[in-house]
Every structure is written in structure tokens, then in C-alpha cells.
T-cell receptor, first 114, second 113 residues
Framework: AQKITQTQPGMFVQEKEAVTLDCTYD???????LFWYKQPSSGEMIFLIY??????QNATEGRYSLNFQKARKSANLVISASQLGDSAMYFC???????????FGAGTILRVKS | EAQVTQNPRYLITVTGKKLTVTCSQN?????MSWYRQDPGLGLRQIYY???????DKGDVPEGYKVSRKEKRNFPLILESPSPNQTSLYFC????????????FGQGTRLTVV
């Protein structure tokens, strides 16, 4: 069964510094997708970045990049040049090829300090 | 504008009083699902639907019902709410496929007293 683990309940980062949010996953399906979502205090879920299991390169979207290490089954989110508006809950999620179900980790709360 | 619309955003109700949370999407997505979010547990899937008239249980279906009579609508029904169903609920839709992002509604914060 698919499973996502986020081991950091909370993180602090200084404004303008980079931060890495950890995510490990478990699946027996060779074809899957990995997603990161941001949830600000207002509650909505905002899609950030996607990585496919067969993608050769790490995904990047602006200040977000995904450090994908397939052999270690990890998909860490890297946020560069942190901003105060990055303070939020961050969820890692996975979807297998034929399941359609999105499985989420417990989330990491990120606080950016000025 | 492509969106998933949930209503209501906030709801306080009493134990045992039936309620429905509506969800509608305008993107013609086949796949829709309901999640509940609880502290320390992330989002857990309640029910999902692969298409019209096709629904199935997720990980935490007890105490919930759903229906999919039209492609755009996927209401969540709590026939007899209990305090342990106090949670933040999200409806999501997506096209089929592992590489497709899910679009989420704004969330419904439900309190059962």
C-alpha cells in the first residue's frame, strides 16, 4: 500500500534562506506521481510542484524544486530564498498509476522568520 | 475560471442532524474525491468517484455517504453526524492519470456538538 512520511512536524527558516522539507514514500507500483501542496492559514490547498517516477530531471517551479532520489524513495521540497509568505503547512502526496487516489503525508508547518 | 466549489465553508451542527456538503467542479473531470484533514494525520480519503454513478470507499468511509448523479457534482452526506466527525473537509477533482494534479475546493470546517 502506498504511504507518505513527513518526519518534520515543524520547521523554522530565516527569511531569504533556503529550506528543505523532507518526504519519503513507499509504493510497489513502478509508475507514480509525487506532488507538493501548500496550505496557508486561510486553509486552501495550493498545488506547488509535480515529479513523475520516470522523470529523469528534478522538477522545478520558480523558487520550488523537488530533490527526487528514487532509490531512496525520497522527494524533498526545496524552497529557495524564503519569504514571509511561505509560512504555511506543506503536504507531500503521491498518486499511483492506476489508483487515482492521492495519499498525503501528515504535513510540515513552516515558519519564516524576519 | 476553473474551480471546485464547496458549500458551506463553515458549519456548526448538533449530533444526529443530517447534513450535506455540496461540491461542484466546472472542469469536466472524471475523478472526484472527499478528504478530511485532522491535525497530525494529514488528509485522508473518505470516498471517491471515478465517474458518474461510480463511487467507492476510501480509507475512512464510516459515517459518510456520497452520490455522483452528474459529472460535476459530488455531495458528501452525513446522515447522523457525531462529534468525531468534527474536521476540515475538502472536495477535490482531477482528470484520470498519475501525473494530474488534484484541484481542491476551499474547504468546509465542520463542528459537531
Amino acid at each position: 500500500a502506498q504511504k507518505i512520511t513527513q518526519t518534520q512536524p515543524g520547521m523554522f527558516v530565516q527569511e531569504k534562506e533556503a529550506v528543505t522539507l523532507d518526504c519519503t514514500y513507499d509504493t510497489s507500483d513502478p509508475s507514480y506521481g509525487l506532488f507538493w501542496y501548500k496550505q496557508p492559514s486561510s486553509g486552501e490547498m495550493i498545488f506547488l510542484i509535480y515529479q513523475g517516477s520516470y522523470d529523469q530531471q528534478n522538477a522545478t517551479e520558480g523558487r520550488y524544486s523537488l530533490n527526487f532520489q528514487k532509490a531512496r524513495k525520497s522527494a524533498n521540497l526545496v524552497i529557495s530564498a524564503s519569504q514571509l509568505g511561505d509560512s504555511a503547512m506543506y503536504f507531500c502526496a503521491m498518486r499511483e498509476e492506476y489508483g487515482n487516489k492521492l495519499v498525503f503525508g501528515a504535513g510540515t508547518i513552516l515558519r519564516v522568520k524576519s | 475560471e476553473a474551480q471546485v466549489t464547496q458549500n458551506p465553508r463553515y458549519l456548526i451542527t448538533v449530533t444526529g442532524k443530517k447534513l450535506t456538503v455540496t461540491c461542484s467542479q466546472n472542469m469536466n473531470h472524471e475523478y472526484m474525491s472527499w478528504y478530511r484533514q485532522d491535525p497530525g494525520l494529514g488528509l485522508r480519503q473518505i470516498y471517491y468517484s471515478m465517474n458518474v454513478e461510480v463511487t467507492d470507499k476510501g480509507d475512512v468511509p464510516e459515517g459518510y455517504k456520497v452520490s455522483r448523479k452528474e459529472k460535476r457534482n459530488f455531495p458528501l452526506i452525513l446522515e447522523s453526524p457525531s462529534p468525531n466527525q468534527t474536521s476540515l473537509y475538502f472536495c477535490a477533482s482531477s482528470p484520470s492519470g498519475r501525473n494530474t494534479e488534484a484541484f481542491f475546493g476551499q474547504g468546509t470546517r465542520l463542528t459537531v456538538v
